[in-house]
C-alpha cells in the first residue's frame, strides 16, 4: 500500500469554526508534513513529524495546531481561521531521514480543499 | 515556447516532442532531489528522484540532469503525451532546523506549467 489519504476532500468553515483534517498512512513511514498550497503556488512546508515528534513548524500561526497521535496518523487541528488560510492542504509521508542513507522518496496524499468564509 | 506568466510559467509543447523543464534549486548542501508532476484538483506526484552523488538518472520516458556547479535541474520528458499536461515541480531535500534534529525538510521550486499541444 503506498497510499497516503486524507479526509475530507472538501471543507467550508466559518471563522468561529474548529475543525480537524486528517491524514493517514500505512507504509511504515516515520516522517509526516502538512504543506499548504495557493493556487498556482508550490507546496509550502508548515510541520514536519518525526517518529511522532513535532520536529519543524515553519512559523506557523497557533490557529493551525498539528497533531500524531500515532505513527500513521496525522492531524491538523483549524480554530478561529481567516478568509486567507483558503488553501490546498496537503500531507505527506517518507522514510525518516535519520534512518535511510539513500533514497526518500515522500508520498503525498490527494489534499484537502479548505475554504474559510 | 516558454514563457513566464504571473505566477507560474508555461512551456507549451507538440504530442510527440521531447520537453525539458528546467529548476533552479537554492541550497548547495542539498544532496537529494525529487521531480513531482501534480495534475489539478490533485497532490503532488513521485514521477523521479536523483542524489547529489549523480549526475543523471532516468526513468521511463523521463530523465533527470543534475548540475551542481550552478545548482540546476531539469527534466526531460521524451515522447510528450497529452497524459503529460500539469504543474511540474522540483524539490531539494535540505537540512531542517535546529541541525541536531536529523530531520529534512523538502523546498518546492515554483513550477512549470505542461500544456501539451496535439
Known amino acids: 500500500d503506498t497510499e497516503v489519504t486524507q479526509t475530507p476532500k472538501h471543507l467550508v468553515m466559518g471563522m468561529t469554526n474548529k475543525k480537524s483534517l486528517k491524514c493517514e498512512q500505512h507504509m511504515g513511514h516515520r516522517a509526516m508534513y502538512w504543506y499548504k498550497q495557493k493556487a498556482k503556488k508550490p507546496p509550502e512546508l508548515m510541520f514536519v513529524y518525526s517518529y511522532e515528534k513535532l520536529s519543524i513548524n515553519e512559523s506557523v500561526p497557533s490557529r493551525f495546531s498539528p497533531e500524531c497521535p500515532n505513527s500513521s496518523l496525522l492531524n491538523l487541528h483549524l480554530h478561529a481561521l481567516q478568509p486567507e488560510d483558503s488553501a490546498l492542504y496537503l500531507c505527506?509521508?517518507?522514510?525518516?531521514?535519520?534512518?535511510?542513507?539513500?533514497?526518500?522518496?515522500?508520498?503525498f496524499g490527494p489534499g484537502t480543499r479548505l475554504t474559510v468564509l | 515556447g516558454e514563457s513566464v506568466g504571473l505566477h507560474l510559467p508555461t512551456l507549451s509543447v507538440q504530442e510527440g516532442d521531447n520537453s525539458i523543464i528546467n529548476c533552479a534549486y537554492s541550497?548547495?548542501?542539498?544532496?537529494?532531489f525529487i521531480w513531482y508532476k501534480q495534475e489539478s484538483g490533485k497532490g503532488p506526484q513521485f514521477i523521479i528522484d536523483?542524489?547529489?552523488?549523480?549526475d543523471k538518472r532516468q526513468g521511463q520516458r523521463v530523465t533527470v540532469l543534475l548540475n551542481k556547479t550552478v545548482k540546476h535541474l531539469s527534466l526531460q520528458i521524451a515522447a510528450t503525451q497529452p497524459g503529460d499536461s500539469a504543474v511540474y515541480f522540483c524539490a531539494e531535500n535540505t537540512q531542517g532546523l535546529p541541525l541536531t534534529s536529523g530531520t529534512y525538510k523538502y523546498i518546492f521550486g515554483t513550477g512549470t506549467r505542461l500544456k501539451v499541444l496535439a
Open positions: 541550497n548547495s548542501a542539498s544532496d537529494y
Open positions: 536523483i542524489r547529489s552523488n549523480m
Open positions: 505527506a509521508s517518507s522514510q525518516d531521514r535519520a534512518r535511510i542513507a539513500t533514497y526518500n522518496e515522500q508520498f
